[in-house]
């Protein structure tokens, strides 16, 4: 793995280097417009984010997690932890008020400090989170798919002097929808465990790779053992977007709880209500609003996106 040196902050760039950082800060104005407009447009209803919560993503047992540090604490008497991931809300607010909606959710994920030169890891990032009510996978892909293509159309349309800038005018492509599906145990079998980076480095377009072992809220079928989850990869870069159909059968979520040692007390509503049958049939997504820019951007490191970099193992007075 190639080493990343991380970013200056603000005070320490050069003429051209806060030249190339105010062009990104373009680019991410850009495309959080372009993106949560497309989103309103679909009909999705955009609710506000939570900070902190008695209820998060556990991030277990996904071998890509890489927790060093959750932070906890206690307001009103109860103990709360700050969010890094708003899964569990959406889960809720889809099955009762919102059947559509999308979330600019901040996430807090205190990563091992070896990832900090990776370029692809901030510990703390902004997910455009979104949930729909009686959808299936290829509802997310179809909307998800739209939505990039509009982007990247619309970048290239409107943003051509700041792409320049930055050399990226000719860098991104047009999308080519749909976007291809691989199985990821069919990748395991070709490439071994390194199958990410290999494939990665072998695409043009952005990828869909499916049925990945993960959390207890991704759809599981227990006869097949096969998981109706997916990631978005992107070429040269890697994951942008996980997202998944979601469980809503009391039981299984009871067994995947057990099964992996999830601790039932932080999401006791979340089983009362599939206990209840409330829980409504649901899949969605979280698209790293960092990772995205990333990538259109070509930065080296993902901080470069943020205007103070959260570096895993660097902590800045701002």
């Known amino acids: 793995?190639?080493?990343?040196?991380?970013?200056?902050?603000?005070d320490q760039l050069t003429g051209q280097e806060i030249e190339k950082k105010a062009a990104i800060g373009?680019?991410?104005?850009?495309?959080?417009?372009?993106?949560?407009?497309?989103?309103?447009?679909?009909?999705?209803q955009w609710l506000?984010?939570?900070?902190?919560?008695?209820?998060?993503?556990?991030?277990?047992?996904?071998?890509?997690?890489?927790?060093?540090?959750?932070?906890?604490?206690?307001?009103?008497?109860?103990?709360?932890?700050?969010?890094?991931?708003?899964?569990?809300?959406?889960l809720i607010a889809a099955s009762t008020v919102y059947p559509k909606l999308f979330i600019l959710a901040p996430n807090i994920r205190i990563e091992k400090s070896d990832r900090g030169k990776t370029g692809k890891h901030i510990y703390e990032f902004t997910q455009l989170d979104f949930e729909i009510q009686n959808a299936t996978s290829q509802n997310v892909f179809t909307t998800v798919e739209n939505a990039l293509y509009l982007l990247i159309e619309g970048l290239k349309k409107d943003m051509k002097e700041t792409l320049a800038a930055i050399n990226r005018?000719?860098?991104l492509p047009t999308l080519e929808l749909p976007f291809k599906i691989f199985d990821r145990a069919d990748l395991e079998a070709k490439y071994g465990e390194t199958w990410e980076d290999d494939i990665t480095?072998?695409?043009?377009?952005?990828?869909?790779?499916?049925?990945?072992?993960?959390e207890f809220y991704d759809f599981e079928d227990?006869?097949?053992?096969?998981?109706?989850?997916?990631?978005?990869?992107?070429?040269?870069?890697?994951?942008?977007?996980?997202?998944?159909?979601?469980?809503?059968?009391?039981h299984k979520i009871i067994k995947k709880m057990e099964q992996h040692g999830v601790r039932?007390?932080?999401?006791?509503?979340?089983?009362?209500?599939?206990?209840?049958?409330r829980l409504k049939p649901s899949a969605g997504a979280g698209?790293?609003?960092?990772?995205?820019?990333?990538?259109?951007?070509?930065?080296?490191?993902?901080?470069?996106?943020?205007?103070?970099?959260?570096?895993?193992g660097i902590v800045h007075e701002l």
């Open 169 to 171: 005018l000719d860098a």
């Open 201 to 214: 480095s072998e695409i043009t377009q952005p990828v869909w790779i499916t049925n990945l072992p993960r």
């Open 287 to 312: 698209l790293g609003l960092e990772r995205i820019i990333a990538y259109l951007t070509g930065v080296k490191h993902i901080a470069e996106c943020q205007p103070f970099p959260r570096v895993p």
């Open 48 to 90: 506000l984010p939570v900070v902190l919560s008695q209820s998060t993503d556990p991030l277990w047992p996904d071998p890509n997690a890489s927790i060093e540090t959750r932070i906890e604490v206690d307001i009103y008497g109860k103990p709360v932890r700050t969010m890094s991931s708003m899964i569990v809300h959406k």
């Open 222 to 250: 227990f006869t097949t053992g096969k998981w109706d989850n997916y990631d978005l990869l992107m070429p040269k870069f890697g994951e942008v977007l996980s997202g998944s159909k979601r469980e809503y059968d009391y």
């Open 1 to 10: 793995m190639t080493l990343i040196s991380p970013p200056k902050s603000l």
């Open 26 to 44: 373009k680019i991410v104005t850009y495309t959080i417009g372009n993106l949560t407009s497309t989103y309103v447009k679909e009909g999705f």
């Open 264 to 277: 039932k007390e932080n999401y006791s509503l979340i089983i009362q209500m599939a206990k209840e049958g």
